[in-house]
């Protein structure tokens, strides 16, 4: 894939400004425990050692929550046929993007 490439050719670069050193480049790698995951470009980042488990698992219990109560609103919206037949086109079709990316943040969150 073009990022791993990208990232393997600026490695040093990267390191250099990032004041960090990277471990692997791969696709579909496994996150490692304890890790932060920051997505740029389609791309996970993974930055080891720099949360609290605790912490970070509430957190991820909070936005589940957040994520499960906007999909509802967003399907909800997306079943009301008052709404689909008098919204204005780009806005359902923002209402369909929010929705899919909101599922997909979901399912990474696990």
């Known amino acids: 894939e073009m990022a791993v490439r990208v990232t393997m050719e600026n490695r040093e670069l990267i390191e250099l400004l990032g004041t960090c050193s ?13 890790a932060v995951r920051a997505s740029i470009n389609n791309c996970d980042v993974y930055i080891e050692d720099l949360i609290d488990a605790d912490a970070e698992k ?8 957040e ?12 079943a009301n046929e008052s709404y689909m037949a008098k919204a204005p086109p780009h806005l359902v079709e923002q209402t369909k993007k929010q929705l899919v990316d909101a599922e ?5 969150l696990g």
Do not use: C
Request: glycine share 6%.
């Open 67 to 78: 994520l499960t109560r906007l999909i509802g609103n967003l399907k909800g919206r997306m």
């Open 22 to 34: 990277i471990k692997t480049i791969q696709m579909n790698l496994a996150p490692p425990p304890n």
């Open 104 to 108: 997909d943040e979901l399912k990474k």
């Open 58 to 65: 509430h957190r991820i219990a909070k936005r589940r929550e």
